[in-house]
């Protein structure tokens, strides 16, 4: 009964910015931790940020911080604002909806499709 969508990827060059949504539909959705994670070419899926259902905690890999903010935009919508991006932050990007604050990917039970950053130099 939960299906997520993210918008926003796409092509920019090192230094860019660019703002990822991930809508989201179904029951008692408000509950949820909102997480994103990314996944390139020939590697795991990875951790990047995410969020308490209230908003008030937040939770980043090291890789991004100072650059990526994760927030909520509303109470279906989730917003990841990557600034300063570089080559290596190339991935498809998914949003995922859970019950824990937590990096691991496995703890998380809803996924959405993804979308696709691409970061050139």
């Given at each position: 009964?939960?299906?997520l969508?993210?918008?926003?990827?796409?092509?920019?060059?090192?230094?860019?910015?660019?703002r990822?949504?991930?809508?989201?539909?179904?029951?008692?959705?408000?509950g949820?931790?909102?997480?994103?994670?990314?996944?390139?070419?020939g590697?795991?899926?990875?951790?990047?940020?995410?969020?308490?259902?209230?908003?008030?905690?937040?939770?980043?890999?090291?890789?991004?911080?100072?650059?990526?903010?994760?927030?909520?935009?509303?109470?279906?919508n989730?917003?990841l604002?990557?600034?300063?991006?570089?080559?290596e932050?190339?991935?498809?990007?998914?949003?995922?909806?859970?019950?824990?604050?937590?990096?691991?990917?496995?703890e998380?039970?809803?996924w959405g499709?993804?979308?696709?950053?691409?970061?050139?130099?």
């Open positions: 009964q939960v299906q969508v993210e918008s926003g990827g796409g092509l920019v060059q090192a230094g860019g910015s660019l990822l949504s991930c809508a989201a539909s179904g029951r008692t959705f408000s949820y931790v909102m997480g994103w994670f990314r996944q390139a070419p590697k795991e899926r990875e951790f990047v940020a995410a969020i308490h259902w209230s908003g008030s905690y937040t939770y980043y890999t090291d890789s991004v911080k100072g650059r990526f903010t994760i927030s909520r935009d509303n109470v279906k989730t917003v604002q990557m600034n300063s991006l570089k080559p932050d190339t991935a498809v990007y998914y949003c995922a909806a859970g019950n824990v604050l937590t990096d691991t990917a496995r998380y039970k809803y499709q993804g979308t696709q950053v691409t970061v050139s130099s």
